[in-house]
C-alpha cells in the first residue's frame, strides 16, 4: 500500500485526484503502478486502478491478470471494478472506503458477484486512515 501511496500522491501535480494502485505478481512482487491521470490527458478511463491493470497487461504480455493483486488507495468505482473481474485480477487490497462511487463494498459489490464468471478475493479498509489523507488534503485545498 505504500507504494500505492507514492503513486498517489503524483497525481496532484497534473490536477489529478490523489488515487494510486499497484498490481502485484503472484509472488508479491511489483509489477506495475499507477495513478489518476483523467485531468493529464482528458480521459475519462484513466483511473489509477485501470492504468495499473493496463501497464502490467503491457509487462506480462497479455491480459489476464491470473495469480495477480490489486492494490489501490481507494474502493474501485464500477469501471475498475469491472476492469477488475475482466483482468482475472485474483485479490484485490483497497484502502479507503468510497461511500459515493464505490463499487466493492460501499454501493455496490461488483467484484463479488456471483453472477460473474471471475471474483477476486477482497480486502478492504487496508490503511485506510493513511489512504485518506491524501484525499481529504487534496479536497479540502479546493474547498477553501
Do not use: Q
Not at 503472484?26 to 485501470?50: Q, V
Not at 506480462?60 to 471494478?81: D, I, N, Q
Not at 478492504?124 to 477553501?144: K, N, S, T, W, Y
Amino acid at each position: 500500500m505504500l507504494r500505492a501511496l507514492d503513486e498517489a500522491r503524483l497525481a496532484p501535480a497534473h490536477g489529478d485526484v490523489p488515487i494510486g494502485a499497484v498490481v502485484l505478481d503472484p509472488s508479491g512482487e511489483f509489477l506495475a503502478g499507477g495513478h489518476n491521470e483523467r485531468e493529464r490527458y482528458g480521459d475519462p478511463t484513466a483511473h489509477a486502478e485501470i492504468v495499473a491493470i493496463r501497464a502490467a497487461a503491457r509487462a506480462v504480455g497479455e491480459w489476464r491478470l491470473e495469480g495477480c493483486t490489486l492494490v489501490v488507495t481507494l474502493e474501485p468505482c464500477t469501471m475498475c471494478a469491472g476492469a477488475i473481474v475482466a483482468a482475472r485480477i485474483d485479490r484485490l487490497v483497497f484502502g479507503a472506503y468510497d461511500p459515493k462511487a464505490g463499487a466493492v463494498a460501499s454501493l455496490w459489490d461488483v467484484v463479488r458477484d456471483p453472477r460473474l464468471n471471475h471474483r477476486p478475493v477482497v480486502t478492504g479498509g487496508f490503511m485506510a486512515e493513511e489512504c485518506a489523507v491524501p484525499l481529504l488534503d487534496f479536497f479540502g485545498g479546493r474547498r477553501d
